[in-house]
């Protein structure tokens, strides 16, 4: 066949032989295209150069990646940590200054893989987001004017008594930076530190961190511009948010650490985030450790979410007032607030020695913290929790009594706080504490002056009188009425200065009531021979705030053969017993006999062959009660139960009687 079709013809090629090979020739073409493209393995591109690469790329890389905070446990080693950083991080870790901490780059893409896998790792105590912090301020125009908050904060009358220059107290302004060059501030710089660049020059340049500073601490009666709340604390500014107000968590919190290692009492800090940071309460805590007072804005986005670092433990969170004393329209009102303070159109410096109106908590977190730098200079010795309660104590108290989420404790008051009273540093009742029997009261108390008394009231009655420590007595609540009292202890010194603190408490020595109103019934109905029973129920308490533990106990009515056998046994043997004892003569052996008989004949009226055995018990819990409610049972055991009603309040008063009624099932 091929010699066929290959043969000339004419000196023509046949075309039926071009046809074949050309057919041939295709195969034979795909078959090697298959191969190249899947089967034989390929040939790796050559790399360029790492520092082409490098170079390209790097103004991208921001857009590509995201930080974390690592913090190893202290029992990982040097080597294991180095490993997990290598393995994780894009570029190098930075560490934090006072922690076991450290920042690291990671890919976008990989972020939330890389945080659980290192929240995971048994080498590592936490990973969490390097969030921002922001600024918390609402700038108006710069033009001159009146600082209506002093006036509001009566702060003449507290600076008649202490201006901050009888002890220099050190506040850190831990902000955009601070201008160190302004003429109402430039006396009263220390140097500082610029986390966002990490140099030496912690200059502003936004503006924010210049304003926090003169209203905590501008140089006041120098006849320049605005007064300052402390005249004589110095500053140390602290640049930890860039040029647009924001932040990390990591420059935060190195600030912080760096502010209390360079000595401050007070750290100011007008700025927070939503995120709930460990890496940044480990700071907080750090500062407080060291007696730091940790005063933070409380937000200014108008709700009840809770911002950090002013969320944290051991932190002064303030909220904003007006100038007729109300909350400022934009700030926060939540658990975080402890105090208040002017917040609205507060006049104070601002960069390139200009002044300015600002609006915020931004602004009402440095009124507080000035009044902190007089409290601690007026008292060196005091620690940053006895500052803190001599502000709240002494404050005027805005809104509902005692402490509440909108004003905290209340709007300071530097006259009162100024005034040297006594501090109640501790009171073991909280507001709002159900009190029941005898409950102990004790109160811890820094006397200035001399002590002339302390008492505990309840009311007007006086529980008890001390004019030395310690402070303690003990409240009998059952001579007092159930319901709504108000506690108080009171500390009086010798230049007749009066403190008090005052709790509201609830006495219930009321025992639940329990009822069981209605004898239940139900019917066995169905193929599958189904009764359901509505079981009807009632606890009255009207001190316990219509809320009790409930627990329902269902018993069914059970006939025992082995029980009525026993009682049938200590019967038989009772009447034997008495029978021979009667019969005998013996006085002695007599009376010994009718004894034993006794016993047999307690025992046999003790046992009863017939009982309610518990089938079911329904724990309610934590539920309403003042009301009749019913719990619906489903069985197909028929016969006679009773139900049985137990019941605790809020103060573990147990149920003065248990309710129960029958159900009978068909």
Aim: hydrophobic share 30%; no cysteine.
């Amino acid at each position: 066949m091929y010699r066929k079709l290959s043969k000339e013809t004419n000196g023509k090629i046949d075309i039926r032989f071009v046809l074949v090979v050309s057919v041939a020739l295709l195969s034979i073409a795909s078959i090697i295209t298959y191969y190249y493209l899947f089967k034989w393995p390929a040939k790796k591109a050559p790399i360029p150069s790492a520092i082409d690469i490098t170079e390209l790329l790097q103004p991208e890389k921001k857009q590509t990646e995201d930080s974390i905070l690592v913090k190893f446990k202290s029992s990982t080693s040097s080597k294991e940590k180095k490993e997990i950083l290598e393995d994780e991080a894009v570029g190098k870790p930075e560490k934090l200054r006072k922690f076991p901490t450290y920042e690291i780059d990671v890919k976008k893409s990989e972020f939330r893989e890389t945080l659980n896998d290192l929240n995971k790792n048994k080498a590592v105590e936490y990973a969490e987001p390097n969030n921002n912090v922001y600024a918390l301020v609402t700038p108006n125009d710069p033009s001159f004017g009146s600082q209506w908050g002093y006036s509001v904060t009566k702060a003449q009358s507290g600076w008649d008594t202490e201006r901050g220059q009888t002890n220099e107290i050190k506040i850190a302004i831990v902000d955009t930076g601070v201008d160190i060059d302004h003429p109402d501030l430039s006396a009263k710089m220390l140097p500082g530190y610029d986390f966002v660049n990490n140099d030496s020059n912690p200059d502003d340049d936004e503006g924010h961190g210049s304003h926090v500073a003169g209203i905590a601490a501008a140089s006041t009666n120098n006849g320049v511009g605005v007064a300052g709340m402390s005249w004589g604390a110095k500053i140390i500014p602290v640049k930890s948010l860039n040029q647009f107000g924001s932040g990390t968590y990591q420059q935060v919190s190195n600030g912080i650490t760096y502010a209390a290692d360079r000595g401050a009492r007070v750290i100011n800090l007008s700025l927070g985030g939503y995120s709930y940071s460990k890496t940044l309460q480990n700071a907080t805590d750090y500062a407080h450790a060291k007696g730091v007072v940790v005063v933070a804005a409380a937000g200014n986005s108008s709700s009840r979410r809770i911002l950090y670092p002013a969320g944290n433990p051991h932190v002064v969170g303030v909220a904003a007032t007006d100038s007729s004393d109300r909350r400022a329209s934009f700030s926060n009102y939540n658990s975080s607030v402890d105090i208040s303070a002017p917040g609205v159109s507060i006049l104070s410096t601002y960069n390139g020695a200009r002044y300015a109106y600002m609006n915020g908590t931004s602004m009402s977190a440095p009124f507080v913290s000035g009044l902190a730098g007089l409290v601690l200079s007026q008292n060196p010795s005091f620690s940053a929790d006895q500052t803190a309660n001599t502000m709240y104590q002494q404050s005027h108290d805005l809104g509902s009594p005692g402490r509440d989420d909108y004003f905290g404790y209340g709007r300071i008051n530097a006259q009162t706080t100024l005034q040297r009273k006594p501090i109640i540093n501790h009171f073991n009742v909280a507001n709002g504490s159900y009190l029941r029997g005898n409950r102990a009261l004790s109160a811890n108390i820094t006397f200035i002056n001399a002590i002339q008394r302390v008492t505990f009231a309840i009311g007007s009655y006086e529980i008890s009188s001390h004019t030395g420590p310690p402070y303690s007595s003990s409240l009998n609540t059952r001579r007092h009425s159930n319901g709504t009292h108000t506690l108080s202890v009171n500390a009086l010194d010798s230049a007749n200065n009066l403190t008090t603190v005052s709790r509201t408490i609830r006495i219930d020595n009321y025992r639940p009531r329990t009822y069981a109103p209605v004898r239940a019934r139900a019917k066995r109905k169905g193929r599958r021979k189904i009764a359901t029973a509505r079981l009807y129920w009632k606890v009255r308490d009207p001190y316990t705030g219509n809320r009790a533990i409930v627990k329902i106990k269902i018993a069914k009515r059970t006939y025992s053969k082995s029980r009525a056998r026993r009682k049938s046994y200590y019967y038989r043997l009772y009447k034997r017993t008495k029978a021979k004892g009667l019969r005998i003569k013996n006085r002695k052996m007599r009376r010994r006999r009718l004894n034993q008989a006794r016993i047999y004949k307690r025992r046999w009226r003790r046992i009863k062959p017939t009982y309610y055995r518990r089938v079911k018990t329904v724990n309610y819990g934590w539920t309403s009660i003042n009301r009749t409610r019913s719990y619906r049972w489903r069985t197909r055991t028929p016969g006679t139960y009773r139900f049985y009603v137990y019941s605790k309040d809020r103060v573990s008063n147990p149920q003065r009687n248990v309710a129960r009624n029958y159900l009978i099932i068909k």
